[in-house]
Nanobody, 129 residues
Framework: QAQLVESGGGSVPAGGSLKLSCTDI????????MGWFRQAPGTEREGERE????????????YYADSVKGRFTISRDNAKKTVYLQMNNLKPEDTAMYYC??????????????????WGQGTLVAVSS
């Protein structure tokens, strides 16, 4: 049963933009930390997933992978229990399945993609050169 519902993936040329959305549809409050992972085509092992970004409920505590800093922006709407990932200046190497993740953590300092245990089903982002 889906707990996190993603949308917004698609195909764009290099330099283009996409905005991903993910909503926590659970009845209980379960996601003060939310974020995104990605897994590139042809990679299957858990160690090949890349934590892209995360954001705590305060909206100020954020994390970005070096590979996306300056191009991607994570944000959230707490009232809608939704996290967004605005992706600009997309590159072919950004092509991947993007997974939303969320969890309830005791401290903002713990909020990072690696700390998140609940995952969505993924949305595909394809960037052509």
């Amino acid at each position: 049963q889906a707990q996190l519902v993603e949308s917004g993936g698609g195909s764009v040329p290099a330099g283009g933009s996409l905005k991903l959305s993910c909503t926590d549809i659970r009845d209980t409050y379960s996601s003060n930390c939310m974020g995104w992972f990605r897994q590139a085509p042809g990679t299957e092992r858990e160690g090949e997933r890349e934590g892209v970004a995360s954001i705590f409920v305060d909206g100020r505590t954020t994390y970005y992978a070096d590979s996306v800093k300056g191009r991607f922006t994570i944000s959230r709407d707490n009232a809608k229990k939704t996290v967004y990932l605005q992706m600009n200046n997309l590159k072919p190497e950004d092509t991947a399945m993007y997974y939303c993740a969320a969890d309830l953590l005791p401290d903002a300092r713990l909020c990072s993609p690696d700390a998140l245990d609940t995952w969505g089903q993924g949305t595909l982002v394809a960037v052509s050169s």
